[in-house]
């Protein structure tokens, strides 16, 4: 098993550009999430999901946007790219509900983003 | 929402050296988790523990619930040790998890 993968690992924007971060389980786990990691604030919830189909928003979701067309996947779009979105991106699934069941989440590798 | 404190925010141990990390909680959670990230930004969950004692080789933790803490011990420091302890809890009504801040543990030789 692959287990959770990121796709891609660095990417640089310029302001105002759009990308779509991929993450891909293999695991058949009902939750994902998306998370982003900036120095000194430890992790925050963007958006999650909790079945195919599914998105609901997090901490911080404001310009961000996500789909859950399949269970396997879950897509992280940025549509116009700020510098205040440069940050490590990571990606996170579980099983069970993280916050109401006995189970854990799986983290990917994270990507790197930095807009200019 | 639920805020989550950790401490001390850094720690810098000598090889062999014992510590205890330590999450405070405002809310009734579910889901207690800590997770270490190693230099490289990997996150390798360590326990799940929404209450009582878990241990896992020279790692363990307890979780008091009632008085919302939970405490991660490191007995043995080895240099392999070194990254950010995250706590992470699931609030109660949400199927979120929300993380702290972290402890920054640096272990020299």
């Known amino acids: 098993n692959a287990g959770v993968t990121q796709t891609p690992k660095f990417r640089v924007l310029k302001t105002g550009q759009s990308m779509t971060l991929l993450c891909a389980q293999d695991?058949?786990?009902?939750?994902m999430y998306w998370y982003r990691q900036d120095p000194g604030m430890g992790l925050r919830l963007i958006h999650y999901?909790?079945?195919?189909?599914?998105?609901a928003k997090g901490e911080v979701p404001d310009g961000y946007n996500v789909s859950r067309l399949k269970k396997q996947n879950f897509l992280l779009g940025l549509e116009s790219a700020a510098p205040s979105q440069t940050s490590v991106y990571f990606c996170?699934?579980?099983?069970?509900?993280?916050?109401?069941?006995?189970?854990?989440?799986?983290f990917g590798p994270g990507t790197r983003l930095t807009v200019l | 929402g639920i805020q989550v404190e950790q401490s001390p925010p850094d720690l810098i141990l000598q090889e062999g050296a014992n510590s205890t990390l330590r999450c405070n909680f405002s809310?009734?959670?579910?889901?207690l988790q800590w997770f270490h990230q190693n230099p490289w930004g990997q996150l390798i969950n360590l326990f799940y523990?929404?209450?009582g004692t878990k241990q896992n080789g020279r790692l363990s933790a307890t979780t008091v619930a009632t008085e919302r803490y939970s405490l991660l011990y490191i007995s043995s420091s080895q240099t392999t040790d070194s990254g950010v302890y995250f706590c992470?809890?699931?609030?109660?009504?949400?199927?979120?998890?929300?993380f702290g801040p972290g402890t920054s543990l640096s272990v020299i030789p």
């Open positions: 523990i929404p209450s």
């Open positions: 992470a809890v699931g609030e109660t009504s949400y199927d979120k998890v929300i």
């Open positions: 999901s909790v079945g195919e189909g599914t998105t």
């Open positions: 996170a699934s579980s099983f069970l509900a993280a916050s109401t069941r006995t189970d854990t989440q799986y």
């Open positions: 809310d009734s959670v579910n889901n």
């Open positions: 695991m058949n786990h009902e939750y």
